[in-house]
């Protein structure tokens, strides 16, 4: 198996894998020079340009209190969010009639092309996440519109292991 890495001159007397291997981006690092959305604030961590990443692209959003964003959707991206603070809630569908909650902890799965729009359900915390694509770019189409509809239906993960919380 070859990687692009194999292709890089390396300077006489270094080892392979000093410039090619581990990345460390500090969090006061990130690049905020990336694909936004009304209503929140992306920064990119790992894409193509800033490691060299192949397959995947990795950075933070947050949400201001009580805020939501416009709605978007990836492309034929796959995103998964995680909560680090505050409590998110996420509407989805082509008028975002479906609706969700998670919290500080939880991991959020976006299938690619579904519409959605997330919302700060905390009127007094920032919500802050990470986000993970699946490329190395990130694909951001804000759409304008949707007309959403007066009030989503709830939905929960339900199966062997998650029962519905009222059965």
């Known amino acids: 198996m070859t990687h692009d890495h194999d292709d890089h001159e390396h300077p006489p007397g270094e080892p392979r894998w000093k410039h090619d291997g581990i990345r460390v981006i500090k969090g006061d690092q990130l690049d905020p020079n990336t694909a936004q959305t009304p209503g929140m604030f992306r920064q990119a961590a790992i894409n193509h340009a800033r490691v060299g990443a192949q397959k995947i692209w990795a950075g933070t959003v947050s949400i201001a209190p009580d805020a939501k964003t416009g709605v978007h959707h990836h492309g034929a991206l796959e995103s998964v969010i995680y909560v680090l603070k505050g409590r998110a809630r ?38 802050e996440c990470v986000l993970v694509r699946s490329d190395n770019e990130a694909v951001v189409v804000n759409l304008t519109d949707v007309d959403p509809v007066e009030k989503p239906e709830e939905v929960y993960w339900v199966d062997p292991i998650h029962r519905h919380p009222e059965g």
Request: proline residues 11%; negative net charge.
């Open 90 to 127: 996420l509407r989805w569908g082509d008028r975002l009639e479906f609706v969700a909650e998670a919290e500080a902890g939880d991991f959020i799965f976006v299938p690619p092309y579904v519409p959605h729009q997330e919302i700060n359900a905390d009127p007094g915390e920032t919500l």
